[in-house]
Each structure stands twice: as structure tokens, then as C-alpha cells.
């Protein structure tokens, strides 16, 4: 038995995810005709309950189809044994493995052990098919291998909320028109719905594993569309994971171990964390007494607009008024000119860039429009996510190198 080839008959290891998908834009996957006379024509899948829900095949369907276009159009046919999708759709002479073949390999299993005298080794017709599988059927299943992912139904996270009702019309493909007399309606679960998403994984090696999380950030891009009405701008969600655990078989005694289980986020979490960055750092200047410039300097960034009377103000309630500033902070000026200590005060904070002068005025400097954007990028990953990212989509692109 080739215990390398990972099927479901033998565990070694398990991959979790769990996390939030939300709808980004409308989304509908239908539950085909209503029967309700006054109903909408295409109400949304609803559980038992009432409330609507992905199912896990939707899902599953979308991610597969991505995995397949990215395979027959990056990897090729000179990675066949490496990195591959079969085209079923194109015909029998495209499908990784038909129906004829796989029970033709049941076959020859049978007449090998009629002649040895044994009884026929169901798992090594299940190698022989998984060596002729192409890269997606190995690990979203086939008519021939069984899935080593699984998608669970996502269920509404929170209250329900009020569906949207929108309208369609049917077009003529033939006139390439609107049909006549073909106008409909259908359900739609509103922008910002959270559903709790919980994926699992077999036996998977870190390439799969990182074609997973590809595939997921592809769809959190906006790059795929869940349900139906992708063309009309619905269906596009983003994903949030808050546990990727991975689970592995203890071999010296699992039951003592209860397997051995760890939480990729959680361990990274852990890390020391690094020291933040002074944001006054070489921002205060060098003269006087470097803990009351911070003091002003502070001050001055908590004010809505630079102004020498605010300034002056909230100074003096800490003890740094206009009569002791050129001592203070070491001004250097004549005492004749002590009524333009607050103007010194704003030239040397310009100096340093802690203001900048807008003609006779001053202002705080705007901020760096590239740390701005990834301030506000709320999909950027935490860094923990991102070095698990990195860990399992770096396994898949070492991968692709060497099939290329």
C-alpha cells in the first residue's frame, strides 16, 4: 500500500479554516420557482427556518471553476503529471479519467488477484485512478475520487435581514433583444451580511492548501462572483479568517495527544511584539528642554489648526507661558523680543517638519498617501494570516516553477 498518496482511507492530517464571508455587493443564489401566485419569481435558498444561506456547493463550484481556469491556462500540457486540470465539458478525449477507464482499472485489479489467488486490493485500483487524476480532481473529488475538501452550508450570521427585491427581464438570444412579455423578478440578500464559513481539508499537502487560500483571495478581491447575476455586479463577498487550525496524526500514540493540534494564527499571535516608533522621533528640536517641546509639540498635534493663540493657550495650563519660554526652551532672544517667542516656537517646529508653512500660516503635513492606503486597506491581512499566506501559497508557487 502507498501510504503517500493521500487518500481518505488512511489519516494523516487535517486542515480547518473557519472565518466570516460578508457580502460585498447583492448576492442571489436561487431556489428556483416560487409556486406563490403572488410571490417573487426567484426567492434566495432559505433553511427551515426562513433564513437565507450559501450552500457549501455554491461555494465549492466557484473555487473549482477558478481552480480549473487557472491550471489550463498557466500550467499546460508540458506539467500533465504535475499541475493540470482535465476539460470534461470539451469531451471524453479531455476528462482526466472517463467512466470507461476508471472500471476498466477495476478490471484489470480483479484479473491480477483471480490469477494470484487473491481477493482484488480496492485500494490499489483507487492509486491507479488517483495516478491518472488530474491536479483539481485529486483534491475537489470526481465522479471516479472522493473530495478531500469540504465546504459546510454557511448560515446567516446574526439576525435576518430584509431581502432585496429586484427586476430582470429575458432576452431573446436568436434577435439579440429583450423577449417580449419576459419581465421577472427576483430576492437578493442585501450588501454587508455576514454568513460564518467553515472549510476542511483531508489530507492535504501545503500546495493544496495554498491553492485553497489563493482561490480565497481571489474571491475577496472581487475577482469571482458567488450565485447568480454575476454579470449584473452581484455576488461579489469578502472573507475574513479568524482560525486556520491544522490537525496531525501523533504516530507514537495519538490517543495521548489527542492528535496534535495547533492553531496557525494563535501560535504567531504569540510572537513578542515589536516596539512602536516614536511619531515625535526627530521631530523636536535640540535646544532647551527637550521634555517641554515634546509637551508643546503634542499640543500642536491634538489642535484642530495650527494656531498661535490655541497654542498659547493650552501651553499655559501647563506651566509654559509666554514669560518663560526663551529660557525654557532656549530661544536665544532679547528680552525686547520676547512678544515673538510664540512665532520662534512654530519656526523651529517647521524646521524640524513637524508643521509646514502655508504662506503666513501653518499646518500639519499631509500624510503619505501610500501609508494612508494601507492604514485603510481593511482587507490587508493581520500578520499573522499573512505569514500562514505566505507559508502555503509559497509552497504552490514552487510548485508551479517546477511543472513550468
Avoid at 443564489?29 to 409556486?35: D, P, Q
Avoid at 483507487?126 to 473530495?147: D, Q
Amino acid at each position: 500500500m502507498n501510504t503517500s498518496i493521500p487518500l481518505l482511507d488512511t489519516f494523516q492530517s487535517r486542515v480547518r479554516l473557519e472565518g466570516v464571508l460578508t457580502t460585498w455587493t447583492a448576492l442571489h443564489i436561487g431556489a428556483g420557482g416560487s409556486g406563490d401566485a403572488l410571490g417573487t419569481d426567484s426567492p434566495v435558498v432559505r433553511t427551515a427556518a426562513g433564513d437565507p444561506y450559501i450552500p457549501g456547493s455554491s461555494l465549492k463550484g466557484v473555487l473549482r471553476s477558478a481552480a480549473e481556469a487557472l491550471f489550463r491556462g498557466g500550467a499546460g500540457q508540458a506539467s500533465r503529471r504535475t499541475l493540470w486540470s482535465c476539460d470534461p465539458i470539451a469531451g471524453k478525449n479531455r476528462a482526466c479519467l472517463t467512466h470507461e477507464r476508471s472500471e476498466k482499472l477495476r478490471t484489470e485489479e480483479e484479473e491480477r488477484a483471480k490469477l494470484a489467488g487473491r481477493d482484488p486490493d480496492s485500494r490499489k485500483v483507487a492509486e491507479a485512478i488517483w495516478e491518472e487524476s488530474c491536479t483539481v480532481c485529486r483534491l475537489f473529488g470526481s465522479l471516479a475520487l472522493a473530495s478531500r475538501v469540504r465546504f459546510a452550508d454557511l448560515p446567516l450570521r446574526g439576525e435576518s435581514p430584509l431581502l432585496e427585491l429586484r427586476n430582470g427581464v429575458g432576452i431573446d438570444r436568436d434577435k439579440e433583444l429583450a423577449a417580449r412579455g419576459v419581465l421577472y423578478d427576483f430576492e437578493a440578500v442585501p450588501p454587508e451580511t455576514p454568513f460564518d464559513l467553515r472549510v476542511t481539508m483531508d489530507n492535504p499537502t501545503e500546495a493544496e492548501v495554498g491553492l485553497l487560500i489563493y482561490l480565497f483571495q481571489e474571491l475577496n478581491a472581487g475577482n469571482l462572483a458567488l450565485g447568480g447575476k454575476g454579470s449584473r455586479g452581484l455576488g461579489r463577498v469578502r472573507v475574513e479568517w479568524n482560525t486556520i487550525e491544522e490537525v496531525r496524526l501523533a504516530k507514537e500514540n495519538p490517543f495521548a495527544k489527542l492528535l496534535s493540534r495547533r492553531d496557525l494564527l494563535a501560535a504567531s499571535a504569540a510572537a513578542p511584539a515589536t516596539p512602536q516608533e516614536d511619531p515625535l522621533a526627530g521631530k523636536i528640536p535640540t535646544t532647551g528642554d527637550a521634555e517641554a517641546w515634546r509637551i508643546l509639540a503634542e499640543i500642536l498635534l491634538a489642535l484642530p489648526k495650527i494656531d498661535k493663540g490655541l497654542l498659547a493657550e493650552k501651553a499655559g495650563d501647563k506651566a509654559l507661558k509666554k514669560n518663560v519660554l526663551n529660557e525654557k526652551l532656549g530661544l536665544g532672544l532679547d528680552e525686547k523680543k520676547w512678544t515673538k517667542s510664540w512665532d520662534v516656537v512654530l519656526e523651529r517646529f517647521a524646521a524640524t517638519g513637524l508643521i509646514v508653512r502655508k504662506g503666513e500660516d501653518y499646518a500639519l503635513p499631509l500624510p503619505d498617501p501610500t501609508e494612508a492606503a494601507v492604514e485603510s486597506d481593511d482587507t490587508a491581512p493581520s500578520g499573522a494570516l499573512q505569514r500562514v499566506i505566505d507559508v502555503y501559497v509559497g509552497a504552490m508557487a514552487k510548485l508551479w516553477e517546477g511543472a513550468s
